[in-house]
Structure formats: structure tokens, C-alpha cells
């Protein structure tokens, strides 16, 4: 079926490699070409200014989908779930793991109540399953796999929620996460962690309407997944993912940049490099995010004006920055012994303190009080690596970047001390990415984590934008595979897997 068949795949990102590896045991002859020297996109280490390894961008994942490890026979490696600390400045900390939350600040209601919050919530992103491991139906003009996978969520809906279920459902699906939680827990500690998790990477805040919606994918995760949050496996992840498209038979090229896309007649036949040399293919699969495929790689002349503008008009600036310092010994938070004082732990005591947090974004302006997802181990020369995603810090910052870097620093450290007296003082070293240099380094445009916001209009058969929300575009033979593809970011492999499901269709049709 793709014997003698050709494809390019740009980005060596997780979703890349993929991608890669279903097409090439598939019979497709397939390149992957990865600009950085590293392969794994956010996945792959970095190193800090004085020589500090550090794990990139991903802290913590959940496990790739168990159907992808299965279907490209990965070898899993077990790790130990890795709790959630909620920190609290009393001291009364909550810690969750999996449908368990524990600590002297929340009530057995609340105890309760979260067991049956997730157990239900679980149950909406498990329904969603048919439409998350497929190419999202069109709304118009069905054609057989269309219906189908329709009708596989109709039943899923009905018959796997009930009726009940199924009503509750509709209700929730489009409100805010802000009300979602108020209805249910009566801790504030609770309900901002619950709020922070669901919205890291996205340019929301609680009340922020259709919010539920980011927190049921995240949810999907754990579905379609054997373990726990945990800690990231980086090397292992990455590595584990290159050496299953190197079996499969794909040909990786890594500091190898691509200029453009080759178009002759309308359609691609092949990608020109940095250096001026073209490299011919049948298929071009771009996971890069959308602005950077269509705008910059394919080129606005080669677009219609409508499409050009829709995708001009996605929202893809970052709010997250990321913030790494070193100590000589292992910070001491209150009321946290030694052994619990290296995991996960959230920043957000309450909900309205997220809320105000996504306020200062709204304006260019980074937050006075930022949101923190803090990921704490030791190093093996002794010290210890303090990383954290903080929310929220706009990629247009007024002041810009340069001026603002050493300010929200601070104001990091500062937070961080209410928790932790005097780590500011123990620092021995401290570095901040923000948005714009997440956008240098891992060619994001925007340095949004996701590719773009995963909110309603952004999603599903709409994501990236109308006309290529199929994986496909409207460039004959030019698909997408990346984040910015259904159903979006986080470490799933899902874009790269159902893209590939999608080209192969596509070429069992054409031939």
C-alpha cells in the first residue's frame, strides 16, 4: 500500500516521533528532521548557565497513552507515582494522590467528596475515548468515519454515563471551573490546587467560561493511562521513543533546520534546509505549530486570504515561564519532613488567588502573586534543583522581558519564602525562561506550551482552525501532527498517532 511512498516529518518532539514510527512501519519511507541537536522537544534536557543539567520543560507527565506503548511495543520503566503537595502557609498542607487527598486542613466531607469528584470526572473523559484516539468528525459533509466515530461517542456518552451521567455532563461541560468547585468543596486550598492543575499552560483563569473543558482533557490522561502523575522520565521518554523509529526504520537528522516548504503546482514535494539543500518526499507532516507550518514554512502566498487570516487570528502566546535555582542544600519547607520536601508541589491557596493571578495577564503585566507548579529533587553532585512553572507571565509583557526578568524573579522567590523561610537566601544559582525565550529555544511560536489555547473554539474538529481540523490541510499532501492538532498538548503522542492513522487512510484511498 506505501511501498515506494515517501514522507518528511518535521520536529523531532515527541508527537514527531510518533508519527514517524507509524508511518515507517507502515512501508512508508520516512525522515524526521529535528532543528536542536536533541530529540524529544520539551522532553529533552537542557543545561542551565553555570553547567546545570535540568529537565527542559516537562516537570512531571502523566505516562504516554497506554494504546501507543502497546501498539509501537515501548518498554515501559516503572516509576513511582509522585504525589501532589497543595502547600499552605499555615502549614496545613493537602496532599494528593490519585482519588486520595489527605492533611489536617481538609475535612472528611471534603475527603469524600473529592473521591466521588474524581471517579465522576474520570468517567467524562473516559466517554470522550472514541473521540480522542480518532480524526475528529467533520461538522458538515460526513463521509463514513465521520459518522462513525460520532456514533461511537453518542453510545459512549449514553450508555457509559447513563442518563444521569449523561445529563450532568451536558450541564458542567460548558461552565467554569470556578462554579464547578464551588458547588462541590468547602476548602479553598483544595479547590485553587484542582483550578491551578487543570489550567497550567493555558490563558485562563477559573472563571474564565468553558474552563471545565482543559480539566476533562487532562483527566482523559489518566484514562488512557496505567500510572499515575509522575515524575518525568525525560531521557527515558524521549530516548525510548527515538530508538522505537530508528527500529521502525525512520531516518533521523537532528541540527538540521528546515528554511521553507518545496510547492510546486500548489503542492509539496519536498522541504528546503538552512543550508539550501532540498530534500524531495510524497507527504510532508509538519509538527511544528500551526502559525510556524503555515505562515512561515508553507508561506502566506501559497494560502487562501480567508485561511491565512483564521490562522493568524489563533491564540497562541504563552503565559508560563520557567524558573530553575540551585542550592547547595535541599530547601526546608514548614511543616514538611526531609523525605516529603522532594515531589510536586502547587502554589494556589485559593481560587480567587488564581484568579487574580490570571488577572495581571490580561493587561501585559506578570503576576504580583504567581501561580507555581514546583518540582524539587537532588542533582547527583549533592545539590539540589528547585524547577517551576510559574503562571501567570504574558509573553507581551509591557516592560518586556529584558526589563521584567529579574523583577518576576523575585517575586517568584518571594512566594516561594512564605512557604520556605529564607530560600532566597540559599540560592546558589537562578534562571527564568520566559514565554519569548521558550519560543527561541523549542521554536514555539508564542512559547505557548500547547500550540495554542486549548479552549472550546480551539478544540477538537476546530483545532487548529476550521480546514485543518483533520490532520490534514488545505495543501494536498501537507498534514499536521503536532500539538496544535486534535486533541492538543500535554504528553499524549494522541496528534502524532491519529495523524499517522490519518495519512495511511488517506493513501490506502488515493491508491
Known sequence: MTKNLSAIVIGGGHN???CATYLASSGVKTTLLEARETLGGGLSKQTLRDGTAVPGLIQTHHSLNDKIA???????????????????TSGEHITLMGDKVSGAGVSARDISEYRAFREEYLSYGKAL?????????????????????????????????????????????????????????????????????????NHAGPKTP???????????????????????????????????????????????TVHSVVMDNDKPTGVMLENGDILNADII??????????????????????????????????????????????????NLSQNASSGRFLVAPTLMYVERAFNHCKYGEFSEAPVLDIHLTTLDNGKSLLSANAMFAPYNLKQGWEAGRAAFEDKILDILSLYAPGIASQVA?????????IEKSFHIEGGHWHHGEMAIDQSFMMRPVPGAGQYGTPVPGLYLCGAAAHPGGDITGLPGRNAAKQILADLKGRR
Open 285 to 334: 507532516v509538519s509538527n511544528a505549530d500551526a502559525k510556524t507550518t503555515f505562515l512561515k514554512l508553507v508561506g502566506a502566498r501559497n494560502l487562501d486570504g480567508m485561511f491565512t487570516h483564521r490562522v493568524t487570528k489563533t491564540r497562541t502566546n504563552g503565559d508560563v515561564a520557567k524558573f530553575f535555582a540551585t542550592f547547595d542544600a535541599t530547601p526546608k519547607f514548614t
Open 70 to 88: 502497546r501498539e509501537l511495543k515501548l518498554q515501559s520503566t516503572p516509576c513511582e507515582p509522585l504525589p501532589t503537595t497543595l502547600l499552605s
Open 129 to 201: 475515548k472514541s473521540l480522542m484516539l480518532n480524526t475528529p468528525p467533520r461538522l458538515k459533509h460526513f463521509d463514513w468515519s465521520d459518522k462513525t466515530v460520532f456514533a461511537k461517542l453518542g453510545l459512549d456518552l449514553r450508555f457509559g454515563l447513563g442518563k444521569a451521567g449523561l445529563n450532568e455532563f451536558l450541564r458542567v461541560a460548558g461552565m467554569n471551573l470556578f462554579d464547578v468547585l464551588e458547588e462541590r468543596f468547602s476548602s479553598e486550598l483544595l479547590k485553587g490546587g484542582i483550578a491551578a492543575d487543570a489550567l497550567f499552560g
Open 16 to 18: 514527531g516521533l510518533v
Open 210 to 256: 468553558t474552563t471545565v473543558l482543559p480539566m476533562l482533557m487532562r483527566l482523559f490522561q489518566e484514562t488512557g493511562s496505567t500510572a499515575s502523575r509522575q515524575v518525568a522520565q525525560v531521557d527515558n521518554l524521549a530516548g525510548q521513543l527515538a530508538e522505537a523509529a530508528k527500529s521502525a526504520g525512520v531516518e533521523i537528522k537532528t541540527s538540521t
Open 429 to 437: 544559582c537562578r534562571e527564568l525562561w520566559s514565554p519569548t525565550d
